[in-house]
């Protein structure tokens, strides 16, 4: 099979994607070039009589991977460490399925249906340190059971036991201590909660109806996935320049967008190093959009992992679009074709 890898680094869009997982691009002919959610070209970049699909939010099997940044036990900021892990008593938003509006009683639920998914199971948590467990918000929403903190390791374990009928989980961290000798209140780190049906010593990286949901498309288009609309905008100075140090990578605490405010980017979209596993595992096309802030770097980067990490399968076509100089003057963007991985 021919894959092809089609790089694109535009404008930001100029509406907002309001896109749920995988949400599927109806198009018989997949074509990079004068689409409605781009304002920039991709020459020698079809995909004739093919189905796409948008890949936005992933379903990892680790669910921590997803949660919100750590925060406060009743809100707000904490310390934290390079990797985002809590320096201090802290809480995260495992995840919240409650239909729209259901926080503020059930007469304003938006959907009549008030469809939910069923999040009832045991799922398997375990961190360094050591930490007492309840429930944020909804203290019956799930149990903590088989809590074990193993000396040796300074590993903690545990079962969270969600009930059924129940769509919010919300893990609270007191006492914490993140060596042994530590006072109270210094946090943990290495936190992993594994949903019900995977083997927490022994699991793959995403579930398994995840990777299924792709199976009718041919072609991946991660521009969800790399949070391309809300990356930081190049004004053609260093400072809002976005390098390859400053991504999100799998040994962060959670791939979710981080927004840290004025002076501060934050971190924006899923590491590469996920679209690549997920592109070898499901063996399609895939679409890379490029953040436009990026620097020369962070492209080689990109495009160093994709040669080195990439299945080849069989001979690619790697075609990158790249605007030169600020937003103002660039209106016309260049194209460069990379050699075969063979």
């Not at 890379?288 to 080689?300: C, G």
Request: proline share 7%; charged share 20%.
């Amino acid at each position: 099979m021919h894959r092809r890898i089609v790089y694109h680094r535009g404008q930001r869009a100029q509406r907002p994607l309001s896109i749920l997982l995988a949400m599927l691009l109806v198009f018989s002919t997949l074509v990079a070039v004068n689409l409605p959610f781009s304002n920039t070209s991709v020459q020698a970049a079809t995909f004739p009589g093919k189905i796409g699909a948008e890949v936005s939010t992933p379903e990892f099997v680790d669910m921590i991977e997803m949660t919100r940044p750590f925060e406060g036990i009743s809100g707000g900021s904490v310390p934290i460490d390079t990797f985002g892990w809590p320096l201090s008593d802290a809480r995260t938003v495992v995840f919240d399925q409650r239909p729209v509006a259901a926080w503020l009683g059930v007469q304003n639920v938006d959907d009549p249906e008030r469809y939910h998914e069923d999040m009832r199971g045991t799922y398997k948590l375990s961190f360094t340190g050591q930490a007492q467990i309840n429930a944020g918000e909804d203290n019956g929403s799930f149990a903590v059971q088989n809590q074990q903190y193993d000396a040796a390791s300074n590993t903690t374990t545990a079962d969270i036991v969600q009930y059924p009928g129940k769509l919010l989980m919300i893990l609270n961290f007191s006492q914490t201590r993140l060596n042994p000798g530590d006072a109270p209140g210094t946090g943990i780190k290495d936190v992993r909660l594994i949903r019900p049906g995977y083997d927490p010593a022994n699991h793959p990286t995403f579930t398994e109806r995840y990777l299924r949901h792709f199976e009718p498309y041919s072609t991946l288009r991660f521009m969800g996935w790399l949070s391309i609309n809300n990356s930081n905008t190049f004004y053609g100075d260093a400072d809002n320049t976005l390098e390859w140090d400053e991504r999100h990578t799998p040994a962060d605490a959670t791939q979710q967008d981080i927004d840290l405010g004025p002076g501060d980017k934050g971190k924006f979209g899923i590491a590469w190093e996920y679209l690549v596993e997920l592109a070898n595992e499901l063996d399609k096309d895939i679409w890379l959009p490029m953040p436009v802030a990026a620097s020369e770097e962070y492209v080689r980067q990109v495009a160093t992992l994709l040669k080195n990490e990439l299945d080849p399968g069989s001979p690619s076509t790697w075609s990158i679009a790249m605007r030169s100089g600020t937003l103002a003057s660039a209106s016309t963007p260049t194209t460069r074709r990379l050699p075969s991985r063979r």
